[in-house]
């Protein structure tokens, strides 16, 4: 695997990173200040969408889908990877580029299995940054960690599909620039192949019969504007071209899906320890108790030298799996994706604590990014298959494969 990036890539890289230092990090406060003060929490912040045509302006715009030069750079996963750490040294970061989840995710599901009426009517206005879009499979009702599980119906009555059952934690759903949904449910519950049991649907956010309950909260934080709906869907009718890929493909598209959309969420992990571990720097040279800076204590010295020695592992470990996936597509690559999806969120929180841990009271508060990289740390270890799902599987397929005959 090269480790040295072309002349493309660390042009684009200096690109992103200057974009950041000079327009970015200055309103970040601003931004958010605008957000935890608005009227209505769900009002997009005017200086964001200010950056994101500056962004565009500046052809810095679409970088993630792979092997597309149609639809954007083409770069390939590994190619990305640098930039996506870059974008995730910063909650807002990755929708100034158009690279926020869930839309990426949503975007490659219509580039790769969406009709060309599909992705004229919404691939290409995702990919001008016009809309947003939610992604429909968690189920408060089921354990949603194991898909199969889930029990929305799509039933085909006539020349309409029905949908009816109940959604949470649908990210960006409560975004008002949000006018699609990507929706998985069952078709046919009776299919003796459960991974053949599912389909996935598009459902307009305007279609009747789609209700948001409410904005669903982690760790008491609404995520606003974004948000992560509750949603029911009641005798939700749609016409039949609004499948997805066919009858009982659901499974097989949502696990294209979830491999890109699991190793962005790690170098975007990456990302934010960096930036926190260099927060952890500045904390210790310039605090000083018991007469000491912190930076001269030995236990602050462990906490950084320990955090800086994670990080890079998991770096590499993503770079590899990203590599992989380039030469041998995501089944091929489906150990490491499981290892850096186990290995990267658990990283990000304990560097987080230890960060916290050394600002204190700061560190909990709003004046530093700490206390959101411990939300995004945390709840990644839940999303995209919790920690359990990806060590079972992981072990089950390294004793298949390294156990004697």
Same mark, same amino acid.
């Given at each position: 695997?090269?480790?040295?990036?072309?002349?493309?890539?660390?042009? @684009?890289?200096?690109?992103?990173?200057?974009?950041?230092?000079?327009?970015?990090?200055?309103?970040?406060?601003?931004?958010?200040?605008?957000?935890?003060?608005?009227? +209505?929490?769900?009002?997009?912040?005017?200086?964001?969408?200010?950056?994101?045509?500056?962004?565009?302006?500046?052809?810095?715009?679409?970088?993630?889908?792979?092997?597309?030069?149609?639809?954007?750079?083409?770069?390939?996963?590994?190619?990305?990877?640098?930039?996506?750490? @870059?974008?995730?040294?910063?909650?807002?970061?990755?929708?100034?580029?158009?690279?926020?989840?869930?839309?990426?995710?949503?975007?490659?599901?219509?580039?790769?299995?969406?009709?060309?009426?599909?992705?004229?009517?919404?691939?290409?206005?995702?990919?001008?940054?016009?809309?947003?879009?939610?992604?429909?499979?968690?189920?408060?009702?089921?354990?949603?960690?194991?898909?199969?599980?889930?029990?929305?119906?799509?039933?085909?009555?006539?020349?309409?599909?029905? %949908?009816?059952?109940?959604?949470?934690?649908?990210?960006?759903?409560? +975004?008002?620039?949000?006018?699609?949904?990507?929706?998985?449910?069952?078709?046919?519950?009776?299919?003796?192949?459960?991974?053949?049991?599912?389909?996935?649907? *598009?459902?307009?956010?305007?279609? /009747?019969?789609?209700?948001?309950?409410?904005?669903?909260? %982690?760790?008491?934080?609404? /995520?606003?504007?974004?948000?992560?709906?509750?949603?029911?869907?009641?005798?939700?009718?749609?016409?039949?071209?609004?499948?997805?890929?066919?009858?009982?493909?659901?499974?097989?598209?949502?696990?294209?899906?979830?491999?890109?959309?699991?190793?962005?969420?790690?170098?975007?992990?990456?990302?934010?320890?960096?930036?926190?571990?260099?927060?952890?720097?500045?904390?210790?040279?310039?605090?000083?108790?018991?007469?000491?800076?912190?930076?001269?204590?030995?236990?602050?010295?462990?906490?950084?030298?320990?955090?800086?020695?994670?990080?890079?592992?998991?770096?590499? *470990?993503? *770079?590899?799996?990203?590599?992989?996936? /380039?030469?041998?597509?995501?089944?091929?690559?489906?150990?490491?994706?499981?290892?850096?999806?186990? %290995?990267?969120?658990?990283?990000?929180?304990?560097?987080?604590?230890?960060?916290?841990?050394?600002?204190?009271?700061?560190?909990?508060?709003?004046?530093?990014? *700490?206390?959101?990289?411990?939300?995004?740390?945390?709840?990644?270890?839940?999303? /995209?298959?919790?920690?359990?799902?990806?060590?079972?599987?992981?072990?089950?397929?390294?004793?298949?494969?390294?156990?004697?005959?």
């Amino acid at each position: 695997m090269q480790f040295e990036h072309s002349e493309k890539v660390q042009g @684009l890289i200096q690109k992103v990173d200057q974009f950041l230092t000079d327009n970015l990090y200055p309103v970040e406060n601003e931004i958010q200040e605008y957000i935890d003060n608005a009227t +209505d929490r769900w009002t997009i912040p005017p200086l964001l969408e200010e950056l994101k045509a500056k962004a565009k302006s500046e052809g810095l715009w679409n970088f993630f889908l792979p092997d597309s030069s149609e639809y954007g750079f083409g770069l390939s996963n590994l190619e990305y990877a640098p930039l996506c750490e @870059l974008m995730g040294r910063s909650r807002f970061a990755g929708e100034i580029f158009n690279c926020s989840a869930p839309d990426t995710g949503n975007m490659e599901v219509f580039a790769r299995y969406g009709t060309e009426e599909q992705k004229k009517q919404w691939l290409t206005p995702l990919l001008e940054g016009e809309i947003r879009s939610a992604f429909a499979m968690t189920e408060p009702a089921v354990a949603s960690s194991d898909a199969t599980n889930i029990q929305t119906s799509i039933v085909r009555d006539g020349n309409e599909y029905v %949908v009816n059952g109940r959604k949470w934690y649908i990210s960006g759903a409560c +975004d008002p620039r949000c006018k699609i949904m990507i929706v998985m449910g069952k078709n046919d519950p009776d299919n003796p192949d459960r991974h053949k049991q599912q389909s996935m649907i *598009l459902v307009p956010m305007d279609t /009747d019969g789609v209700k948001i309950v409410r904005p669903m909260q %982690v760790f008491g934080n609404d /995520d606003a504007p974004e948000g992560h709906a509750e949603v029911i869907f009641d005798n939700v009718r749609v016409p039949p071209e609004n499948l997805l890929l066919g009858e009982g493909r659901g499974f097989e598209i949502a696990q294209g899906r979830l491999g890109p959309g699991r190793i962005h969420h790690c170098m975007r992990l990456i990302g934010r320890s960096q930036r926190v571990l260099e927060l952890m720097c500045e904390r210790a040279e310039s605090r000083v108790a018991f007469g000491r800076k912190l930076s001269e204590q030995g236990k602050i010295r462990e906490d950084i030298a320990l955090s800086s020695c994670e990080i890079e592992q998991a770096r590499l *470990l993503t *770079l590899m799996a990203a590599d992989t996936m /380039d030469k041998h597509g995501n089944k091929g690559a489906k150990e490491l994706i499981a290892m850096i999806k186990i %290995v990267a969120p658990n990283m990000a929180c304990a560097v987080t604590d230890r960060a916290i841990q050394m600002h204190g009271a700061a560190g909990v508060s709003q004046d530093t990014i *700490l206390a959101d990289s411990y939300i995004y740390a945390r709840i990644c270890r839940i999303v /995209d298959g919790p920690d359990q799902v990806h060590i079972n599987q992981l072990g089950r397929n390294l004793i298949k494969r390294l156990a004697p005959a």
